[in-house]
């Protein structure tokens, strides 16, 4: 017996793409003016730069470090929501799973895309043609 397409598997309504949109817009907006108005100088120039980008569609992916309590959670909630209150698709991922708890729908990398634990020169991204999380990103662009 042969074995459905995958087309058959999917539904009609991208899981993925609802969850990225379907945020309360207000609350998001209200919540980063009360955040936006407490950054300090070191985050608001993070916050600048990225927000920068965003607009003039620059894009990048952005890595913040420092020590642990300097603010990183609270700089990405600031960015997010303000994003997100503007309607923008937001795929929030850390590098380990303790980061990623702190961000809300927050991933680790590995998880949102399919990048392999073991990497070598052969290793590529697990993503396939036509699923959700491809559409997702192709949203981002």
Not at 47 to 65: C, P, S
């Amino acid at each position: 017996m042969p074995f459905p397409s995958e087309v058959y598997f999917r539904n009609a309504v991208n899981r993925l793409l609802q969850e990225e949109t379907s945020y309360d817009k207000e609350e998001l907006k209200i919540l980063h003016e009360k955040n936006h108005g407490i950054l300090n100088a070191e985050q608001k120039n993070v916050y600048d730069f990225i927000i920068q980008n965003v607009y003039n569609k620059v894009g990048g992916v952005f890595f913040v470090y420092r020590s642990g309590g300097c603010g990183k959670t609270f700089l990405w909630q600031t960015l997010y929501c303000r994003l997100r209150s503007e309607g923008k698709i937001v795929l929030l991922v850390a590098s380990c799973r303790i980061t990623a708890l702190l961000l809300p729908g927050g991933r680790t990398a590995n998880s949102r895309f399919h990048i392999p634990l073991k990497l070598d020169q052969d290793s590529t991204a697990g993503i396939r043609h036509a699923t959700d999380i491809a559409e997702l990103i192709q949203q981002l662009i």
